[in-house]
């Protein structure tokens, strides 16, 4: 049955397509409108924790991801250079509280499942401004266009052009860590040790190395370290730079540098948001990393994306007439079910962050955590 509301969706990534699905689902007409000339989701291998998956399975995608992943079914664990464990995480206490296994998974995989199941999306769409106007919110384009709904959700990212006109211009928090992500060939005898996914902490302050499978001849790593933001990558060079960096590393560290094509090395800065206390305006709401940015020291934000794309459709679906009133009151809810929870993994995330980059020597007893979803 169609809702009397049209919602228009900035931003085409893990956050906007989920909450569009759902939005869909409640008979609601929604538009997705993506910056890029084509929908790309750019990354390595992402972790759908189990909190994600229960809701994704709601959209009936959790076998498809399934199918396409890799579900961890040994668990994941901190350890150190010589293999002490600082912390490892349960399966089955996944598997009783919310019914799921973590699963692994290319993005590009699940970024297409994702867009597959979406009706109306167009790319080449960067969104310049929005104005709001009796008949709800007009959204404003690079390329002339517009576009007009009831409702403009925000889920356009870490640098948000939604957010910036919605609440300014926030400044954003770096971490005083760099990323390197890559995929590479690799089986099982390749991750060795009793887990799905390890990250090993190593003997400078940032500097970690996190690897697991995203399928049967596929493994994901990330390489932290300290580094002045804005460093470039040089294609030619990478490899010899992340030997140097992980020279202290067992030899499957390196083994994976050696496995991966040069030009596909992805590095980014690491960076968040300090927790924002409102994430809507008048028929403005943000979602995602525009609402909630966090570090990926918890394999939490795509998940906090998706838990958050659920609630607002939820509560949108509620909405009978789109008067300022009952959208105000969704936004409300809305952020009053989320913001507690995405908050504390944030500031879980920038701890942790903030804590690995601990040069060693000076590390307290116990210094490494994780939390599930």
């Given amino acids: 049955m169609e809702c009397g509301i049209r919602v228009l969706v900035v931003g085409g990534g893990v956050g906007g397509l989920p909450a569009s699905i759902a939005l869909q689902q409640k008979g609601i007409e929604v538009e997705v409108y993506e910056a890029a000339p084509s929908f790309r989701e750019a990354g390595a291998g992402i972790w759908m924790a189990p909190n994600a998956t229960k809701l994704l399975d709601r959209l009936g995608l959790a076998e498809a991801i399934n199918d396409l992943g890799r579900p961890y079914r040994k668990g994941v664990a901190i350890v150190q250079l010589d293999g002490t464990v600082l912390s490892a995480t349960s399966t089955d206490k996944d598997l009783a509280d919310h019914g799921f296994h973590t699963i692994a998974i290319q993005r590009t995989l699940l970024h297409q499942l994702l867009l597959n199941q979406v009706k109306r999306a167009t790319t080449g769409k960067r969104f310049v401004g929005y104005e709001l106007g009796k008949q709800g919110v007009t959204v404003r384009f690079e390329d002339g266009t517009d576009a007009t709904g009831d409702v ?5 990212g870490l640098r948000s052009a939604v957010r910036g006109q919605l609440l300014g211009d926030l400044p954003l928090r770096y971490s005083g860590q760099t990323c390197w992500r890559f995929l590479s ?20 302050g940032g500097l970690r190395v996190g690897s697991g499978l995203v399928s049967d001849d596929l493994a994901y790593t990330f390489i932290t370290a300290k580094a002045p933001m ?32 040069d030009d596909a090395f992805l590095r980014n800065d690491l960076l968040d948001i300090a927790p924002l206390q ?24 795509a998940c906090q994306a998706v838990e958050s794309a659920y609630s607002l459709a939820a509560q949108l679906g509620r909405v009978q007439s789109a008067t300022d009133s009952n959208v105000t009151a969704a ?9 507690r929870k995405a908050h504390r993994v944030t500031k879980m995330s920038w701890q942790i962050g903030q804590l690995s980059n601990i040069e060693r020597a000076e590390r307290p007893a116990g210094y490494a955590t994780s939390v599930s979803g």
């Fill in 278 to 301: 409102k994430w809507h305006g008048d028929r403005v709401v943000l979602l995602g990393d525009a609402a909630h940015a966090t570090l990926p020291n918890l394999g939490q934000g």
């Fill in 331 to 339: 936004f409300e809810d809305y952020e009053n079910e989320r913001r």
């Fill in 230 to 261: 804005g460093g470039l990558m040089d294609p030619g060079t990478v490899k010899s730079e992340l030997h140097q960096l992980c020279r202290h590393f067992p030899a499957a560290t390196l083994d994976l540098i050696d496995r991966t094509p």
């Fill in 152 to 156: 403009l959700v925000g889920a356009d």
């Fill in 185 to 204: 060939t690799a089986n099982k005898t390749s991750m060795p040790g009793p887990y799905d996914m390890t990250e090993m902490w190593g003997n400078a």
